[in-house]
Nanobody, 127 residues
Framework: QVQLVESGGGLVQAGGSLRLSCAAS????????MGWFRQAPGKEREFVAA????????YYADSVRGRFTTSRDNANNTLYLQMNSLKPEDTAVYYC????????????????????WGQGTQVTVSS
């Protein structure tokens, strides 16, 4: 099993930055495909960003492209999400997730493709 623990959430003013971390319980030398999702109250969970096992390929939702950057440090079993120019509409609980089973790369944006999830970290952006 893979255990994922997010950290780094908090309250920030619009235009500010936060860096989320996701620590994995086992060596990410296994190089699982990993992603970030978020869920605001009353809304469905939505894709934010994803990164391939090697870290060489990244994928972003249109709403965050150019503002958010995801990366991974496989030596330290950690996934990151750098969030800049934050907006009030970015307010949500942010989750990291991993795909450990065979998958279709074309479905990386679907939360149903991910089989391990962290507990989430709250990000609140004030206007």
């Amino acid at each position: 099993q893979v255990q994922l623990v997010e950290s780094g959430g908090g309250l920030v003013q619009a235009g500010g930055s936060l860096r989320l971390s996701c620590a994995a319980s086992e060596r990410t030398s296994r190089r699982y495909f990993m992603g970030w999702f978020r869920q605001a109250p009353g809304k469905e969970r939505e894709f934010v960003a994803a990164v391939s096992g090697s870290g060489g390929n990244t994928y972003y939702a249109d709403s965050v492209r150019g503002r958010f950057t995801t990366s991974r440090d496989n030596a330290n079993n950690t996934l990151y999400l750098q969030m800049n120019s934050l907006k009030p509409e970015d307010t949500a609980v942010y989750y990291c997730a991993a795909i450990t089973r065979p998958y279709s790369i074309g479905r990386y944006y679907r939360w149903q493709e991910y089989d391990y999830w962290g507990q989430g970290t709250q990000v609140t952006v004030s206007s």
